[in-house]
């Protein structure tokens, strides 16, 4: 069927009308010898795989049928034996591989590709032409399938793709449906998911319509790396998915995403380390979150989507030591909020530090030291990995320090524009102050790392005094300390910290 496309894609370009292309007298159905439906079906592939490249302001002329890198690799040459063998046969499956048909209520669901059940067996009868059949047993556990077998029964129409991969042939199932006007909506109040990658899992914060956290759970994705193939995976996704959904008709509430595009994917060689790189490849936050989205919709679920900017630093700044949270609860808590138009003003303790002087007087010389340090072990240093993950360190410090200075002494005793980046705040629209700094990314570089120690800590608790200290004013904040132990995550070198 590719072959097929890939000719009804080109005469798409020649500017040839699809009626002409699918009759029974027509190049498609005597060139490859299909009825008209498989070769309407062709042209409705090929027709969307045009679209799709000129929506994406690609030239049309240039689409690889099979895939690029496919393609790309082969060119190369730089296989050979079984080796290039495989290569070869993946892309030939790829590119010929392919049998695509539109359904239709009017065949009893679809009449080339149509599901025949078969007392406890499903059978799939494939339409060769001539009057000629094949059937093949349908083996599947997957949880759609009883939808599926019910659109069977009530021949309402469903279309069908087989594709050919590693010799064995894999057939998909899909239909449109109309959705039911959403039941559960923000008016009651939002369900926030934040996906995260370390440690892996989902956070979910019920908020209430008045802005408050009625209820929040994790729930674990390690066990999806755990699972023996890409089946099985989806299956595990579309459970969590369902327990989520279940989660937000028990409260009666809608779903909030944050609206993330592709992780960048790493490569070996780029100094972040081989943990780090397994955990943005194994990340399925994209397929995840489009499996909510689906089983919401279709349970009259509302679904909303905001903007991710800094949820994550404010969750943790905020209301992770504010409520006792783990910094990804804090984050979905966030979003929920946001979802609902509330502001996120910053508490009266960081508005304070952000008027001390000292405060950055320390930061600033923090990244300058750290700077000095890194420049030194990088001069030192052979190995070249290793100095490309010192070249990235310098370049983190260089940014921290850069937010510090932008954010000017004389306007760090006035009042900042400090609302959270979300589409209800007043004032500036993307939640700086009039300088251009932002401070949630100012406190973030100024207290984890000079005074935590790390970049993203998972204890927060010791931010709590300063988050309710609203009388630090410039010379008056005693200092960083709280009792008679060293600050904590700063190190021995901070337990004489002081801000006067």
């Known amino acids: 069927m590719t072959c097929t496309e890939r000719y009804a894609y080109n005469r798409l370009l020649e500017g040839r009308d699809r009626k002409e292309l699918k009759r029974e007298d027509g190049p498609l159905c005597v060139l490859f010898g299909l009825n008209t439906r498989y070769a309407d079906g062709a042209i409705e ?62 065949k009893k669901g679809n009449a080339n590709l149509r599901l025949e059940p078969q007392g406890d067996a499903l059978w799939l009868r494939v339409n060769l032409g001539n009057g000629a059949y094949v059937w093949a047993r349908v083996q599947t556990s997957h ?51 934040d996906v995260n990658a370390d440690p892996y899992h989902l956070a979910l914060a019920v908020v209430s319509p008045d802005g408050n ?36 008709e028990e409260h ?27 955990n943005q490849h194994r990340f399925a936050h994209r397929a995840l979150l489009e499996k909510i989205h689906s089983l919401a919709r279709k349970r009259g679920v509302e679904v909303l ?31 929920g909020r946001r979802a609902l138009g509330f502001e996120e003003k910053l508490p009266k303790g960081y508005e304070a530090l952000l ?3 000292s405060f950055f007087a320390y930061t600033e010389g923090f990244y300058q030291t750290r700077l000095q340090e890194l420049q030194k072990l990088r001069e030192a240093e052979k190995n070249p990995h290793l100095r490309r993950r010192l070249s990235r360190e310098m370049g983190k410090a260089r940014r921290a320090l850069s937010l510090l200075l932008s954010f000017p002494g004389p306007q760090r005793g006035q009042k900042a524009s400090l609302q959270g980046p979300s589409g209800s705040q007043k004032g500036s629209a ?22 935590l120690g790390l970049e993203v800590p998972r204890d927060l608790s010791p931010l709590k005094p300063i988050l309710n200290l609203a009388s630090l004013t410039h010379g008056s904040w005693k200092g960083w300390r709280v009792g008679s132990g060293p600050s904590p995550g700063g190190g021995p070198e901070c337990t004489n910290v002081h801000f006067y």
């Open 355 to 357: 008027k001390n002087e």
């Open 430 to 451: 993307d939640g700086r102050n009039p300088s251009g700094a932002n401070p949630w990314r100012v406190l973030r570089v100024g207290l984890f790392l000079p005074l």
């Open 143 to 193: 949880p759609q399938r009883e939808a599926l077998l019910e659109r069977v029964y009530a021949s309402l129409p469903y279309n069908v793709t087989i594709r050919l991969k590693d010799g064995k042939l894999y057939a998909h199932f899909t239909w449109s449906e109309e959705l039911p006007p959403p039941v559960h909506t923000r008016a009651n109040g939002v369900l926030g998911v």
């Open 305 to 335: 989507e905001v903007n991710p900017k800094d949820t994550s630093t404010i969750g943790m700044l905020k209301y992770a030591p504010g409520l006792s949270l783990s910094k990804d609860v804090a984050a979905a808590y966030v979003v």
């Open 252 to 278: 009666g509430v809608a779903i909030a995403t944050e609206r993330l595009k592709y992780l960048r994917k790493s490569k070996r060689g780029d100094g972040l380390g081989r943990h780090f790189r397994r």
């Open 45 to 106: 592939k090929a027709q969307a795989t045009l679209d799709s490249a000129r929506e994406l302001g690609q030239d049309p002329r240039k689409v690889v049928f099979g895939g690029r890198k496919l393609f790309e690799q082969l060119k190369r040459r730089h296989l050979s034996g079984k080796a290039r063998e495989r290569l070869r046969r993946e892309w030939k499956e790829k590119r010929q591989g392919f049998l695509y048909s539109r359904g239709d209520a009017t």
């Open 213 to 248: 956290l009625k209820h929040h759970l994790t729930l674990s994705l390690e066990e999806v790396d755990r699972v023996p193939n890409k089946g099985a995976k989806e299956l595990l996704l579309w459970r969590i998915a369902h327990q989520v959904v279940a989660l937000a």
